[in-house]
Nanobody
Framework: QVRLVESGGGLVQAGGSLEVSCATS????????MGWYRQAPGKQRELLAT???????NYEDSVKGRFTISIDNAKNTVYLQMNSLKPEDTAVYYC?????????WGQGTQVTVSS
């Protein structure tokens, strides 16, 4: 069993930056990929970016060039660096980890971008 815990959310002004983190309770080596999603009020949860444990990344067009996903295998932690934030980036940000035949979700962390 793997537990994911997000942290680092908060309130930031438009144009600012914020980094959210996702720490795994066990070894990240039990997962082959991790990703960040977000869900705004009244909207579906959307995928933002994924990263394999070997470091290969993919981004959705909505965040490409502004957000960067990274992984620290030694710390069992995945990060999402968010720059040039916009009010429409306001959402609960969730971490997801894919194992072999299973997946896990974190509880989410709120990010609010004020205009």
């Amino acid at each position: 069993q793997v537990r994911l815990v997000e942290s680092g959310g908060g309130l930031v002004q438009a144009g600012g930056s914020l980094e959210v983190s996702c720490a795994t309770s066990g070894s990240i080596s039990s997962l082959h990929s991790m990703g960040w999603y977000r869900q705004a009020p009244g909207k579906q949860r959307e995928l933002l970016a994924t990263i394999t444990t070997s470091g290969s990344t993919n981004y959705e067009d909505s965040v490409k060039g502004r957000f960067t996903i990274s992984i620290d295998n030694a710390k069992n932690t995945v990060y999402l660096q968010m720059n040039s934030l916009k009010p429409e980036d306001t959402a609960v940000y969730y971490c997801r980890g894919w194992g072999y035949g299973t997946h896990y979700w974190g509880q989410g962390t709120q990010v609010t971008v004020s205009s």
